[in-house]
């Protein structure tokens, strides 16, 4: 069998640091927010080349966070992709603040810049870019879109850790970006977590009360706030799974370059990494028309797949109430349609990449 993601192989590469990293937390008493937290605040914002992360509990919780410190409100519209998890269009939800979408540029995945100025009204508020599988959105013509209506950018980067366009890594060309540490994400926690990366102090201040019940000192709440901290222990194993990151993420490179030099004029469509991006392969999706079919097949040969995603946002039940119908993402539904995410982490060894290529190829054919 070949999983499609196997988190106990990263856990014994690095057992005995987070052990001890663990150990340590659950020994001192102090179990949420405290010393790791911090040192892991300085330590990702440095990696992020920003001047400030605040962590908290998940990515969504960043995501919520950051909307309500750049200021949007109930009834504002934001604008963002219906090719994503549905977390980036509840976080604007939470907030009584409309999603507004536009659909994807078909080959990278991610919000099609040539189409958001058309979705700009007087009540939109921000742009929130996905960096869908680990690549980053096309962020230039996104921030010129922004700078010219005003309007706030904050990026979902809950999938990017560590990408980068034009040489910037993942979160810190928008007002704010943010991170999920969800288990299977590119740096996962052994729970839940998330981070936000800014470099506007005034809103890092913000959301670092808010996330603590609004609180500027204790019990004394200057603004309705949330419970979103961060518990120590994620903290702890985070430190240490940070340090691996830039070697888990080359590893990832080299078996999605792999995977593209065995599949390219193949039956499927290889996804590519766009001129000026590194591609960080969170996922590794390929584009085949009879996509249930392949997904069958290698299951059938032992190999897992993935579906990201299989329903876009817009076509989903709880988002009835927008008025969205078939038809109106075209490129969002193609790609719901038709990708599957190959299996594809740091431990995935290159003999493994071989074989399920080998059996994509036996079997698919071209979209
Ligand atoms: C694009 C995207 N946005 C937001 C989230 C939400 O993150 P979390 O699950 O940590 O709340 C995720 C991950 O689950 C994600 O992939």
């Given at each position: 069998?070949?999983p499609?993601?196997?988190?106990?192989?990263q856990?014994?590469?690095?057992q005995?640091?987070?052990?001890?990293a663990a150990?340590?937390?659950?020994?001192?008493?102090r179990?949420?927010l405290?010393?790791?937290?911090k040192a892991l605040?300085?330590e990702?914002?440095?990696?992020?080349?920003?001047s400030?992360?605040i962590?908290?509990?998940?990515?969504?919780?960043?995501l919520?966070?950051s909307?309500?410190?750049?200021?949007?409100?109930?009834?504002?519209?934001v604008?963002t992709?219906p090719?994503t998890?549905?977390?980036?269009a509840?976080a604007?939800?939470?907030?009584?603040?409309?999603?507004?979408?536009?659909?994807?540029?078909?080959?990278t995945?991610?919000?099609?810049?040539?189409q958001?100025e058309?979705?700009?009204?007087?009540?939109?508020?921000?742009?929130?870019?996905?960096?869908?599988y680990?690549?980053m959105?096309?962020?230039?013509?996104?921030?010129?879109?922004?700078a010219?209506?005003?309007?706030?950018?904050i990026e979902?980067a809950c999938q990017?850790?560590?990408?980068?366009?034009?040489?910037?890594?993942?979160?810190?060309?928008?007002?704010s970006?943010?991170f999920?540490?969800?288990?299977?994400?590119?740096l996962?926690?052994?729970?839940?977590?998330g981070?936000?990366?800014t470099n506007d102090?005034?809103?890092?201040?913000?959301m670092?009360?808010?996330r603590?019940w609004g609180?500027d000192?204790?019990?004394h709440?200057?603004?309705?706030?949330?419970?979103?901290?961060?518990?120590?222990?994620?903290?702890?194993?985070?430190?240490?799974?940070?340090?691996?990151l830039?070697?888990?993420?080359?590893?990832?490179?080299?078996?999605?370059r792999l995977?593209?030099?065995?599949?390219?004029?193949?039956?499927?469509?290889v996804?590519?990494?766009?001129?000026?991006?590194?591609h960080?392969?969170?996922?590794f999706?390929?584009r085949?028309?009879?996509?249930?079919?392949?997904?069958?097949f290698l299951?059938?040969?032992g190999?897992e797949?993935?579906?990201?995603y299989p329903?876009?946002?817009?076509?989903?039940p709880?988002?009835?109430h927008l008025?969205h119908?078939?038809?109106?993402?075209?490129?969002a539904?193609?790609?719901?349609?038709n990708?599957?995410?190959?299996?594809?982490?740091?431990e995935l060894?290159?003999?493994?990449?071989?074989?399920?290529a080998?059996?994509?190829?036996?079997?698919?054919?071209v979209?």
């Amino acid at each position: 069998m070949i999983p499609f993601l196997d988190i106990k192989a990263q856990y014994a590469t690095i057992q005995a640091e987070l052990e001890a990293a663990a150990l340590k937390v659950l020994r001192s008493g102090r179990y949420v927010l405290g010393e790791d937290v911090k040192a892991l605040e300085e330590e990702f914002a440095a990696y992020c080349g920003t001047s400030h992360a605040i962590a908290v509990n998940t990515g969504t919780s960043a995501l919520h966070l950051s909307l309500l410190a750049a200021g949007v409100g109930p009834g504002d519209e934001v604008i963002t992709t219906p090719f994503t998890f549905v977390a980036t269009a509840a976080a604007i939800s939470y907030i009584g603040a409309i999603p507004v979408f536009v659909d994807i540029d078909p080959v990278t995945f991610n919000i099609d810049p040539n189409q958001i100025e058309r979705a700009i009204t007087p009540r939109t508020k921000a742009i929130v870019p996905v960096h869908l599988y680990g690549q980053m959105a096309d962020m230039d013509p996104i921030l010129q879109i922004a700078a010219k209506h005003g309007l706030v950018v904050i990026e979902d980067a809950c999938q990017a850790h560590g990408a980068t366009y034009g040489g910037q890594r993942a979160g810190s060309l928008g007002v704010s970006g943010c991170f999920s540490f969800y288990p299977g994400k590119n740096l996962g926690a052994c729970g839940e977590g998330g981070i936000i990366v800014t470099n506007d102090d005034k809103q890092a201040q913000q959301m670092r009360m808010l996330r603590d019940w609004g609180q500027d000192r204790r019990y004394h709440h200057v603004t309705q706030g949330f419970n979103y901290r961060m518990d120590a222990i994620q903290g702890a194993i985070l430190r240490v799974k940070l340090r691996q990151l830039e070697t888990w993420t080359e590893a990832r490179r080299t078996r999605a370059r792999l995977y593209t030099s065995l599949l390219v004029n193949g039956p499927v469509e290889v996804p590519r990494e766009a001129a000026g991006r590194r591609h960080v392969w969170h996922v590794f999706a390929v584009r085949t028309r009879d996509r249930d079919q392949l997904q069958k097949f290698l299951l059938s040969e032992g190999v897992e797949t993935g579906l990201h995603y299989p329903i876009p946002v817009h076509l989903q039940p709880a988002y009835a109430h927008l008025g969205h119908g078939q038809g109106d993402f075209p490129a969002a539904e193609a790609a719901a349609n038709n990708v599957l995410s190959l299996p594809l982490y740091p431990e995935l060894s290159l003999r493994d990449v071989e074989i399920v290529a080998e059996l994509v190829k036996q079997n698919a054919y071209v979209d």
